[in-house]
């Protein structure tokens, strides 16, 4: 099988239900109705477009409620894989961010990759809701609740209203003024997680097809299924094409690379700003509970904060604890950074850390096989 | 394993949380980001509130029999509440009901005690008044907290209310300076505010009320406060703000504790006493009364009959004569209004125990 190939829906349904021909909504359900898994984990709208949630689905009849990509759903399912369902046959939906945190679990023996299909996607990056909604007031002048969908393409956020209109502006131009994507999405660098089964995007792809990479031998026994079964059908792309999505992929690499010599060198914050920034700390462990790496057995940041008292806490022993115990594992996702109640830029001293190790040492978070050396499972 | 948006039930605030759950239980919580309100920001207490609460459940009812707490039959149990329900009048029965019951649940429990012409109800709503009685007041909702350019707080607002802290700080970051006053010197709030006022007694503060504050008082500005140390401390505070024209945003202490007004008296502590001073028999809902006590001596001991409804064993409902288990807040769907007035519905998380029953059922049955 080629490495590369196109892939769309045999059904109709889905094909205009799903974001680039429903290819990957139409192999989770030759999964489930195959049995070889017993359940997906994905993304499901809530409410709408904004309120994208994770769903656990057995009934394969429930797939299609899936379909689509929602760009406001800065979700992450790793920690959800290790707390409730390490024990079921499991297809994920994964980002980048989550695909790397996934490698970062199975490496702790939080569960077994084996019994996990990881379909990748392309990722662009994601935009907070609230301020997503805002944004289309303030610079699209439109009411959100209008806008039936939203995509990231040609440097454009691009939404689609009910009555049919298109709407684009320009992410430079809305990044400048500080809207657009989470600022950790802007410095992410990883837009083709390859330590998935098979990935999947729009870079490169005819339209109504979804351009795939496949990567592991499951994931190519799995497109062979699935194209068997009837599923899906599947064509090869052009050299062209191919060519096209490396050149997108640079492209947003090299964005990256530009965010994050602004965001981590010249304007990370001063000392006398984390001093500002620490202060702020209520200490309510927001932000080591949603990591999904730090997964210490007995947390030994409770024991800091033993005695509660009138006096504020010294959040940098707490911070200490978790940039010793996981910073050289932090992936980037900017889960911390979101559930800070008091706003501390959190995930930008984590990254900027894990960015010094992997200097010292070469060991890339999320993407590198073994654990690095100094990683001793003792302190877990 | 489900994930399902609710409201949190620990503060007024009236957060969104998402709550996990797994085999018929509630085992986690997950960010709820596109909720207005805290957009998937929780606090430490309304993240982990979803395991406290279900310490001491109580899922059958229960009697006191020569002094011990025994189960016994739904039947038996409503049989005997209503006998001495019977044998009583309207006069000599009291319900307390508490800030954290939805406002349908209000509207069933308002129903009852109208239907028998019960007076003596209300609850405690640690020393805030009725906010119907201050029509001409200017109350702050949180965008205006976005446009204010002062902030002054009384109260630790940032560590005990975290998701209107979290407003503080945006007005913070915009330029907006902030003053605090509190009990104590030092506090999480106190070191996020340009200017921090220590005081002994919140009632001596306001008759001295510092010209430093009073001066930068205007009517963009928001007074937040979530202590009072009695009624009369909010009338005093209602004089500062009205000589100053500022907005005010009192951060009540239960979920529905702005709702439950809509319905009930709420009662200091002296009122509360009265009430319970009045009657024979005590119905309970979700009412920790003990917990209010801070020393004063609250005595549940001498009634003809003591009614517990409620979702736990605690230091009240342990000591009633019958306790009549009902469903926990993600067991049951309805609506909280916040500190701000905001009403917001939630849905079920998951099914009550079969051998609870809900407000609505018991109300029905006495
Ligand atoms: C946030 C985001 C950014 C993307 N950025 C790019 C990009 O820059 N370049 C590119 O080539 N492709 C990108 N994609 C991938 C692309 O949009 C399509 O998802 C992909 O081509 C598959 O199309 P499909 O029709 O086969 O998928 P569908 O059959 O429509 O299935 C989509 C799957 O994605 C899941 N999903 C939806 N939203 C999320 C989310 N926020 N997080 C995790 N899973 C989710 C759904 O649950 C569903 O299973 C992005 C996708 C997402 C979700
Ligand atoms: S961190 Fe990277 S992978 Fe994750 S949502 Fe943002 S851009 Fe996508
Ligand atoms: S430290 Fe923050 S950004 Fe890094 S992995 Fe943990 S949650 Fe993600
Ligand atoms: S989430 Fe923010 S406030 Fe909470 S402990 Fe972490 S840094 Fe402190
Ligand atoms: S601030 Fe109040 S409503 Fe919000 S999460 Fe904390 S306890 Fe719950």
Redesign the interface.
């Known amino acids: 099988m080629s490495k590369f190939l196109e892939i769309r829906s045999k059904n109709k349904d889905i094909c205009t239900l799903g974001e680039c021909g429903g290819s990957i909504t139409s192999i989770l359900q030759y999964l489930l109705e195959t049995k070889v898994v017993d359940g997906v984990l994905n993304i499901k709208k ?3 477009i ?2 994208g ?4 689905i057995t009934d394969p009849k429930e797939i299609l409620e899936t379909a689509g990509s929602l760009h ?3 979700t992450m399912v790793a920690d ?1 894989i290790s ?3 390490d024990d079921k046959k499991l297809a994920v939906v994964v980002k980048p961010c989550d695909a790397m945190a996934i490698n970062e679990l199975v490496k702790r023996n939080r569960f077994n990759s084996e019994n996990l299909f990881i379909i990748g996607l392309n990722c662009g990056g994601t935009l ?3 301020p997503a909604q805002r944004m289309f007031e303030l610079f699209y002048d439109l009411n959100p609740e209008d806008i039936i969908k939203e995509e990231i393409d040609k440097g454009q956020i691009i939404v689609l209203l009910k009555d049919g209109t298109e709407k684009g502006v320009k992410i430079d131009e809305l990044e400048e003024k500080g809207w657009g994507r989470r600022e950790n999405c802007q410095r992410c660098e990883v837009k083709i997680p390859r330590n998935t089964d098979i990935v999947c995007g729009n870079w490169g792809a005819t339209e109504g097809w979804t351009f795939t990479e496949v990567i592991s031998e499951k994931g190519v026994k799995l497109i062979n299924d699935a194209v068997k079964d009837g599923f899906i059908e599947s064509k090869t792309p052009s050299d062209k094409q191919i060519e096209i999505r490396a050149k997108l992929e640079k492209i947003m690499e090299k964005l990256a690379d530009k965010f994050q010599k602004k965001q981590l060198n010249t304007e990370y914050p001063s000392i006398e700003k984390w001093d500002e920034y620490w ?8 932000c080591r ?2 990591c999904p790496i730090c997964w210490c057995n007995e947390c030994e940041i409770e024991r800091f904060f033993e005695n509660e008292s ?3 806490p010294d959040p940098l022993t707490f911070q200490g604890v978790r940039l010793t115990h996981m910073s050289f594992s932090c992936i980037n996702c900017g ?1 911390c950074e ?6 501390i830029p959190l995930s930008k001293i984590y990254y900027k850390a894990q960015k010094n190790y992997r200097e010292n040492t070469g060991y890339i978070a999320g993407i590198t096989d073994e654990l690095p050396p100094l990683y001793s499972p003792e302190n877990e | ?3 399902k ?1 609710t409201i949190c039930s620990f503060c007024s605030v009236g957060c969104g949380i ?1 709550l ?1 759950s ?1 085999n018929g239980k509630v ?2 919580t ?2 709820y ?2 909720h ?1 309100i ?7 207490r309304g ?1 982990s509130s979803y395991k406290d609460i279900q310490e001491n459940r109580i899922i059958v009812p229960h009697q006191k029999q020569q002094n011990k707490l025994v189960e016994s039959s739904w039947e038996d149990a409503f049989s005997l509440i209503n006998e001495s329900l019977k044998s009583h009048s309207q006069d000599e029965i009291g319900i307390v009901v508490s800030g954290e019951l939805t406002n349908e649940e209000n509207a069933i429990i308002k129903n009852f005690a109208e239907s028998r012409g019960i007076k003596n109800i209300g609850f405690y709503s640690h020393n805030f008044p009725n906010f119907k009685g201050y029509d001409d007041l200017s109350f702050a909702n949180y965008e205006d907290l976005k446009n204010a350019n002062f902030l002054f707080i009384i109260g630790n607002i ?2 005990d209310n ?2 209107i ?2 407003r503080v ?2 007005a913070k ?1 915009n330029g907006v300076p902030v003053f605090s006053a509190d009990y ?1 010197d ?3 709030t106190s ?2 505010s340009d200017k921090h006022f220590k005081f002994f007694s919140f009632s001596d503060f306001l008759d001295e009320f510092p010209n430093e504050i009073k001066n930068e008082l205007n009517k963009d500005s928001i007074i937040i406060f979530n202590i009072l140390e009695s009624i009369d401390n909010f009338d005093k505070l209602v004089e500062i703000v009205k000589k100053s024209n500022s907005k005010i945003l009192p951060v009540l202490p239960g979920s529905n504790s702005f709702g439950t007004m809509n319905y009930f008296l709420p009662l200091d502590k002296n009122e509360l006493k009265e009430l319970l001073s009045k009657i024979k028999v005590l119905i309970t809902v979700e009412a920790d009364i003990l917990t209010y006590d801070d020393g004063d001596n609250i005595n549940l001991h001498n009634f003809d009959s003591f009614i517990a409804i409620d979702t736990s064993l605690n230091g009240t409902s342990s000591i009633a004569d019958t306790i009549l288990p009902t469903s926990l807040w993600f067991e049951k769907s309805g609506t909280f209004t916040n500190t701000v007035g905001t009403n917001q519905s939630f849905e079920k998380v998951i099914e009550a125990p079969e051998t609870t029953n809900s407000i609505e059922h018991i109300f029905s049955e006495l």
Not at chain 1, 53 to 56: E, I, L, S
């Open positions: 809530y409410d709408d904004y309120d949630v994770p769903v656990f406001c759903a800065p959800l707390e409730y369902l907070m809701p609230e202060n702020r700390c209520i200490e309510c462990y927001g509970d949603v009138l006096t504020p889960q979101d559930v800070c109640p008091v706003h | 394993m489900l994930i948006h998402n996990i797994n085992v986690g997950y960010p980001k596109k207005p805290n957009e998937g920001k929780n606090c430490l993240r940032i560590v975290p998701l802290g979290r700080f945006m970051d104590s030092l506090t999480t070191i996020n």
